[in-house]
Each structure stands twice: as C-alpha cells, then as structure tokens.
C-alpha cells in the first residue's frame, strides 16, 4: 500500500501540472498558437535534450548489447500488442471516430507523461531505457500511425529525423565511447532536459481544456478505449514481461511507458488529417485523469514482479 501511494503522489504531482496547463489556457495566458509552439520546442528540441543528457548521467551503469536489443524488442511487443488488440474493438463506430479510437488505444504518452512519471521514480537510467521506447514509439507513429490517421506515402525524412531517433543517435556514440563532454554543452542541453516535464505536462492540459466538460460524460465509447488503453494493454504486456525478465530499470520503465494515457499526438494527427480532433482531445483528457489509479497499480505490479 504505501508503494501505491508513493507512486500515486508522483503521477499527482504531474497532474496538478496539467491542471495548471488546463488554467492558464482557459484564462487566455495560453494561447492555441502558444500550445502548438511549445509543442514543437519540446518535440525537437527538448525531447533529444532529455534523451542525450540521460546518456551523460553519471549515475548508469554499463548498458550491454543485450539490453539494448531488449530496450528495442521489448517497446515493439507493447504496440505490437495494442495494434492487434485495437481491432478487436470499435468496429461499429464511424470511419472517422474508429481511426481516432484505435490510435488512442496504440499509441501511448510514453515522452510527455512516461519521461516524467519514470525520471521520479527510476531517474537517469530508467530514463535512458525509455528512450529506446520512444524511439520505437516514433517509428510506428509515423508509419503505421501516419498511414492509418493520414493516409499517403510514409515520409522518411520524418521516419529517420524525429526526435527519439535524433536524441538516440547523438546519446549513444556519447556513451559507449566515453566522450566527454565540456560543461559549455552539458549544462545547456541539462537545463533543456529539464523543461521537459512541466511544459509537456501543462501542454496537456491546454489541449484538455480545449473540450467543454459535459462532453467528457456524453461519449461512452472514450471510457472504453481508456479501459483497453490504461487496463488491457499493460496488463497484456505484463504478461510479456513476466516471460522475458529484463532488467528491473527496463522492466519497471517500459510497463510505466505502456501504462501512460493517449498520447498528445493523437490530437496533433487528428486536427492535421481532418479526423475528430473533439474526440481526440476528449481521449487525451480521460485517459489522463484516470492513469491517476491506474499507473501506481501496475507500477506496483512491476515491482512485485521484481521482488
């Protein structure tokens, strides 16, 4: 029980930030012109910061072949497993909201919520696994997400240039050949890491505060997707875990990353290819409040698992 509870007070803490993000845009100090700005910084900017400085922390430890081919392996079965379970679903729902419905169930908040909720809990290390997450997460959005949502040729500029990928590629030639980097960019790209958690988290919320509150109780099908989403998919990929055993910062990392709510790009592609960015903004906002109880307990479950 007070493992729960100290997991929930840290998934508290991000949540009093997107309700500060839910404020400042509903009083007008956040515009929606400001909301897609931030969005950008934190995506190609402050995202690779965060996943390079994770590579430079002292506090890791010797990251071996095998880990990292399970850091890969491991995220690619999570949404391998949401992507089979979301066709069991909503299949009765319009085109539109069926599209929309299935990428909120694929596609987690792995960066914007994961990094946050895993660099409290696990700090540099869990971080630095999440990353491999993140990149396999951006991967799949942009080709299968891309296709699914948009349509059209997968575009490989943004396949091979997106921030996981990036963020990876500067990292990991910085750690296994010991580089050392002077404080003049160390200290810079430390400070942008850490913006990360309260703009992500207050971006949320300004999406959140885009949707008039009635309509969070109007569309039972958005309490179902946040079931499949938050419940079934971590409780499937636990099963995964169980059978693979990978280290506890990867183990406890990735199943967080998997627990986190709709990711924020689920609005971004619906409102860029004409889906129902309502509806979008209505999964980002639910699965956000209810990860509240839902994140702690397969936390929990994770470190049970470890013993």
């Known amino acids: 029980m007070g493992s729960f509870v100290t997991i929930a007070g840290k998934v508290a803490v991000i949540l009093v930030l997107v309700v500060l993000g839910v404020v400042v845009s509903k009083t007008g100090i956040l515009s929606q012109k400001s909301l897609s700005e931030i969005t950008t910084l934190l995506l ?88 491999f997450f993140v990149a396999v997460f951006n991967l799949i959005c942009w080709t299968y997400g891309y296709l699914m949502m948009g349509g059209g040729k997968i575009r490989v500029k943004s396949l091979l240039l997106n921030p996981g990928i990036i963020g ?74 169980a059978l693979a055993r990978p280290a506890a910062p990867l183990l406890l990392s ?12 689920c609005v971004l592609f619906a409102v860029e290819y004409g889906r129902d960015a309502e509806l979008a903004s209505k999964s980002v906002a639910v699965s956000t409040a209810l990860s509240l109880l839902t994140i702690p307990v397969f936390t929990v479950l994770g470190q049970m698992m470890l013993g």
């Open 44 to 131: 190609h900017i402050v995202t690779p910061c965060l996943i390079v400085n994770s590579f430079l922390s002292p506090d890791i430890g010797h990251l071996e072949l095998s880990g990292v081919i399970l850091a890969i392996l491991l995220p690619a079965a999570a949404m391998g497993l949401a992507i089979a379970l979301s066709y069991l679903f909503f299949r009765k729902e319009t085109e539109s909201r069926k599209k929309v419905l299935r990428f909120s169930v694929i596609f987690s908040n792995a960066g914007f919520m994961g990094f946050p909720l895993i660099e409290s809990i696990l700090g540099p290390e869990g971080v630095l696994y999440g990353s």
């Open 168 to 241: 990876l590629a500067i990292g990991m030639p910085i750690y296994f050949l010991r580089i050392r980097l002077p404080d003049l960019i160390a200290s810079p790209v430390e400070m942008l890491a850490g913006l990360n958690t309260p703009l992500a988290m207050m971006v949320v919320g300004g999406y959140i505060a885009r949707v008039k509150p009635r309509e969070f109780f109007s569309d039972m099908a958005v309490y179902k997707m946040a079931a499949i989403r938050l419940i079934l998919c971590p409780a499937v990929y636990l099963g995964v875990l």
């Open 254 to 265: 990735s199943l967080i990353q998997s627990a986190t709510p709709v990711a924020a790009n």
